[in-house]
């Protein structure tokens, strides 16, 4: 893929990798072994190592944890999909008419863990599940880190108080040695939470405005060279909270914060 956007008129053959969730932590795996192209990335609401998404604190987060192996269950072909349940279809790639590679992608998928189980039969940080190495099948971001930082690929941490793991940019940005912001804002995991109602909450708006811009900020300066001042800024911008739609931005270079003033 890397390749061919390389090889477009477009293309002035510099590639920034971006998404949320799942697509977060592959752009991270991503600048473990990089194309040369790739130059910056900017993930959200991403992991850092599998027991902090497990077991945050020691505490298994069972309801989470069963509800994301259902839809990656389904996803995978493991578990049957409940009639009314939304769950994103994959399209089918472009030239795969006998869906030859169709099958050997759902035949890889079937050996994918049941992510409740394996989380609620390790008990403890040291448990295989938990500290994979680089060379090892087992997707732990957290032991990928010394081979993220021989290449130093700059990254744009973007994550919410309201996400089930606010912690985890704060690890990253302490253990990368490449360029790295953070944002934390007011907001959960999806940025298309709503309402009962199916009203978008005001600060999902106000993150997709923010992040919209910040995105197009961070590649410009990585993939374009243009100077807009995004490095002379703050590393941190940290959202203080009073409720969903009142809340205040302190910017600092250091966390935890020692000046208490701010």
């Known amino acids: 893929v890397a390749e061919w956007i390389g090889a477009q008129d477009w293309s002035n ?11 977060a932590n592959a752009s991270l795996m991503a600048i473990t072994n990089p194309h040369p192209s790739v130059k910056a990335i900017f993930p959200s609401m991403m992991d850092f190592d599998n027991y902090l998404t497990a077991r945050p604190g020691g505490v298994l987060l069972t309801g989470a944890l069963a509800s994301w192996n259902q839809v990656t269950g389904i996803l995978d072909g493991r578990l049957e999909r409940p009639e009314g349940l939304p769950i994103p279809t994959i399209p089918p790639v472009d030239g795969d ?38 060379q090892e099948k087992q997707n732990v971001l957290a032991a990928l880190i010394p081979l993220m930082n021989k290449k130093r690929v700059p990254v744009y941490l973007w994550s919410g ?26 907001w959960s995991h999806d940025p298309d939470e709503r309402t009962a109602e199916r009203v978008q909450q005001p600060n ?3 993150r997709v405005r923010l992040q919209t811009i910040e995105i197009v900020r961070w590649f ?43």
């Not at 053959?13 to 697509?23: D, V």
């Open 13 to 23: 053959g510099k590639l920034g990798l971006m998404g949320n969730s799942y697509r």
């Open 97 to 134: 008419g006998d869906k030859t590679l169709f099958a050997q992608a759902v035949a890889q998928h079937t050996e994918n863990v049941d992510v409740l189980e394996t989380s609620m039969a390790a008990l403890y940080r040291d448990d295989h599940c938990y500290t994979a190495e680089p």
């Open 161 to 186: 108080w309201q996400d089930l793991w606010p912690k985890q940019p704060f690890l990253w940005a302490a253990n990368l040695e490449a360029p790295t912001k953070i944002a934390i804002g007011p």
């Open 204 to 206: 999902e708006r106000e």
């Open 220 to 262: 410009d300066y990585w993939l374009k060279d243009i100077n807009n001042g995004i490095m002379d800024e703050p590393a941190h911008a940290v959202a203080v909270m009073n409720n969903d739609s009142q809340w205040g931005w302190i910017y600092t270079n250091e966390w935890p914060i020692r000046d208490n003033s701010q």
